[in-house]
């Protein structure tokens, strides 16, 4: 199959194509918060859509028993098992049909994904996260958040339609309610939950999440590609021109055990 051209190729690989690493919402800072919340030292870890690893890097840093990584792109997971190396797990699956055994993970992290997906489509993959989880065990997810808890319709309506446009995904970012309530539904408490600004492709973001030599990577490819570079200032418009309706948020949720308050 023929490799899709930088015009119509989904957001985050264009952004990979061009040698960023850090693809998260909410960045390098979000996603350390995320995980020093999650416990995931001595843990069974599963990662839904692990992506180019990053995380999976980040992960392994914190000790866990285990790491699995779940990825529906077999290119996602040959890159991520080059990342992990042959103690870990990574196969190919969907993140709402795991294959992984009932109450099998202590942590499962999912970042960037669940804004992809429809409202069915979100609601199967919290579900599925809180079928591997054992009782007690952590959801940890980093997304796109809308703002404020009352943003008109329309105006939700226009900035998924803007996001669709220029990252060539489905983007269906929710507010700080709608998450929870997504979580709850599915028999969830939160723990925790924290937001930053959406500041992807901002100077500052980006030197703070690829470093000095990586920043300079991606500008030197943005100046070799011309049409990559079109899109990412695309891209980068929207997220400046919605910056006041449009932040990352870090939740984390955790299955409750039998007889614990507040079990649905």
Known sequence: MAERSDTDVPSHWLLARLGKRVLRPGG???TTKLLQ???ISGADVVELAPGLGRTAVDIAAHSPLSYTGVDSDPDAVNTVRSVVGEHAVVVVADAAETGLPSESADVVIG???LTMQGDKGKRAIVAEAARILRPGGRYAIHELCLTPADLADETKTELRMALAKTMKVNARPQTTA???????DCGLVIDYIDTSPMALLQARRVITDEGFAGTARFARNLIAHPAARRRVLAMRATFLKNKRSLVAIAIV????AEGEAGTR
Do not use: K, Q
Request: a negative charge; proline letters at 5%; zero cysteines.
């Open 253 to 256: 949720a955790h299955r409750p």
């Open 111 to 113: 970042e960037a994904m």
């Open 37 to 39: 919340h999650a416990g």
């Open 178 to 184: 709608e998450w929870r309530a997504l979580l709850e």
């Open 28 to 30: 390098v800072e979000l």
